[in-house]
């Protein structure tokens, strides 16, 4: 949470677990190759939807600094949701995609508590992701 306790800043990582490169179009190519349903068009991007109707995608950007030398993403985003395109992304590498989610309400321990929460577990951020996380385990 920053300094207002109202944004929230989600870290999303991309991760390339194979030796070889890749951009969309052979990204695209990848997908098409493995995916039983061949009748079905599949995109590489990764879109993010906020789960609950508290909150609004205030900014969503690729980290430039973290991502330099290992990719290159776009990231565009409207208030209730975020798109990830993999340009491009090296053997191995780690992508970071920084999303701010704002308006949301003050996290405290506990209503009358000083202390507010300054780390939140994943049921705590309102975007939709769990399918990018189960795919981390079940895909090739």
Known sequence: MDAPRRNLVVEFYIINRRKDAYTNETLTDFLQQNNSDTQSVISPNIELKMSREVGRIESASADTEFNRSKGELNVSHKERSATISIDKIEPRAILRVLVVVADLPELRASP??????????KNAVPLVFDQYLDACYTRP
């Open 112 to 121: 009358q508590a000083d202390q507010y929460v300054t780390r939140v577990d």
